[in-house]
């Protein structure tokens, strides 16, 4: 029988140091999550062990939530070899270049992109403007892919919050056709991949 998503978790947390473990708590704390959402009280948090606070993530957010949760943490945390762990035993969408490339995934990827006419970036905006986590590293995508000139991206980094920075993405955004989209799409599962798969299982 296969691990549990609550197994997987744990696993993950019992690599973290003391120290780590310290900064993780801390983190999870004030981490910004989906609306309906509330963080873990800090008095909660710390006296858990990993046990404990595996248990707090499942009972707060759920089997679907919570390696979401851990993955925001983990890389805010500068986490990422454990963060790249995480995706890959929980499920990670498939990297581009491997089974993505064959023509039944790719099938799959664009019914994920379209639905019904409208884009996936277009369908859940709402969602992906108070959700993402990383914008700086979605913005640097498609800086590279020639969708942000110099001045839009300093534009968009100078705002405070993620909901701003995504917000005006997406006001720089109205003129871009399905191919444009798609590069965005495809930074958004690159960086937030438990969002993504969220969303494309509503």
Same mark, same amino acid.
């Given at each position: 029988?296969?691990?549990?998503?609550r /197994?997987l978790?744990l696993?993950?947390?019992?690599e973290l140091?003391?120290a &780590?473990l310290?900064r993780?708590?801390?983190?999870?704390?004030?981490?910004?999550?989906k609306p309906?959402?509330?963080?873990?009280?800090?008095g909660k948090l710390?006296?858990a062990d990993? #046990?404990?606070l595996?248990?707090?993530?499942?009972?707060y957010?759920?089997?679907?939530y919570?390696?979401e949760?851990?993955?925001t943490?983990?890389e805010?945390?500068?986490?990422?070899?454990?963060?790249?762990q995480?995706?890959e035993s929980?499920?990670?969408?498939e990297?581009?270049?491997?089974?993505? @490339?064959s023509?039944?995934?790719?099938?799959q990827?664009t019914a994920v992109e379209?639905?019904?006419?409208?884009?996936?970036?277009?369908?859940?905006?709402?969602?992906?403007? &108070?959700?993402?986590?990383?914008? /700086?590293?979605?913005?640097?995508?498609l800086?590279?892919?020639g969708?942000?000139? #110099?001045? @839009?991206y300093? &534009?968009?980094?100078?705002?405070f919050?993620?909901?701003e920075k995504?917000?005006?993405?997406?006001?720089k955004?109205?003129?871009?056709?399905?191919?444009?989209k798609?590069?965005f799409?495809? @930074?958004l599962?690159k960086? &937030?991949?438990?969002l993504v798969?969220?969303?494309?299982?509503?």
């Amino acid at each position: 029988m296969g691990k549990t998503v609550r /197994d997987l978790l744990l696993d993950i947390l019992e690599e973290l140091t003391g120290a &780590q473990l310290k900064r993780f708590k801390s983190k999870l704390n004030e981490v910004q999550l989906k609306p309906g959402c509330k963080n873990i009280p800090k008095g909660k948090l710390e006296k858990a062990d990993t #046990d404990d606070l595996t248990d707090m993530l499942i009972e707060y957010y759920t089997d679907g939530y919570a390696p979401e949760v851990v993955h925001t943490v983990l890389e805010e945390i500068n986490m990422k070899n454990l963060a790249l762990q995480l995706f890959e035993s929980v499920g990670r969408p498939e990297p581009e270049g491997q089974a993505a @490339a064959s023509s039944s995934s790719e099938a799959q990827s664009t019914a994920v992109e379209q639905d019904e006419g409208i884009h996936f970036v277009d369908k859940y905006k709402a969602e992906i403007i &108070q959700r993402v986590t990383v914008p /700086d590293s979605i913005l640097d995508i498609l800086q590279s892919e020639g969708l942000l000139g #110099d001045e @839009a991206y300093d &534009q968009i980094r100078s705002k405070f919050t993620n909901q701003e920075k995504m917000r005006e993405l997406y006001v720089k955004s109205r003129g871009w056709g399905k191919s444009d989209k798609d590069k965005f799409y495809k @930074a958004l599962r690159k960086e &937030q991949p438990f969002l993504v798969k969220d969303l494309g299982e509503k």
